[in-house]
């Protein structure tokens, strides 16, 4: 079977995005070995100082350059994660930073960078709380993950998403999670 990992970044218990994501996840599973990131577990360490003096000298936890090669390797990546502050909770974005590992994820040819990983889809799942959809100039997650694929080397990014989440009622909201779960299931058809 081929791998996909899946990063869950909702942090909250009640996540609504996490509801979408899990029977998407589990109709994936009937294709994919799943290895999930469950970043509310587990946080990363920030990059700091210390950490890049490490990285310059080739002093990377073995266990973030054990995962980051798996990311490199996944045939697909599914990515949960709300909205937050126009963007994505920071535990995911440090999350990149320590897989954001030079000759794991993307090299370098002395003119640019160039990605390592071989997913060639990669899915990305998010419930906004204000009426904001993809691609609004307000959304800052998605731009910033299409341009973490440039660097990686990550395939085309299929979004699904629901929003107005903290504007409506209790019935709307269900309908919109009901709504995007049918999307992301038509999407798991081709990915
Ligand atoms: C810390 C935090 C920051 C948020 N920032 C925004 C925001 O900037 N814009 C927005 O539309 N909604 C924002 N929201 C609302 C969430 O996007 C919305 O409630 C979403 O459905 C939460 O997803 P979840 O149910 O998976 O946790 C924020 C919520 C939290 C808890």
Redesign the pocket.
């Known amino acids: 079977m081929k791998n996909l990992i899946y990063i869950n970044a909702?942090?909250?218990a009640?996540?609504?995005?996490?509801?979408i994501a899990t029977p998407i996840i589990e109709e994936l599973r009937k294709r994919y070995n799943v290895e999930t990131v469950d970043l509310t577990k587990n946080l990363y360490p920030v990059a700091d100082n210390y950490t890049l003096e490490d990285r310059n000298q080739g002093i990377v936890p073995p266990e973030h350059v054990a995962l980051a090669k798996k990311i490199a390797a996944a045939d697909r990546i599914v990515i949960a994660a709300?909205?937050?502050?126009?963007?994505f909770?920071s535990a995911l974005k440090v999350f990149f930073e320590n897989m954001s590992l030079f000759g794991v994820t993307f090299d370098s040819n002395n003119k640019e960078c160039y990605g390592l990983c071989k997913a060639e889809k990669v899915m990305y799942i998010?419930?906004?709380?204000?009426n904001?959809n993809t691609g609004d100039s307000l959304e800052q997650a998605t731009p910033y993950i299409k341009a973490l694929s440039y660097l990686w080397g990550w395939g085309e990014l299929t979004v699904i998403s629901?929003?107005n989440?903290?504007y409506s009622t209790p019935e709307e909201i269900e309908e919109r999670v009901s709504k995007a779960i049918e999307e992301g299931l038509e999407v798991c058809k081709e990915f």
Do not use: E, L, V
């Open positions: 909702c942090m909250r009640g996540s609504r995005t996490r509801r709300p909205f937050w502050d126009m963007s909770p998010t419930t906004r709380g204000m904001i629901a929003q989440m903290d």
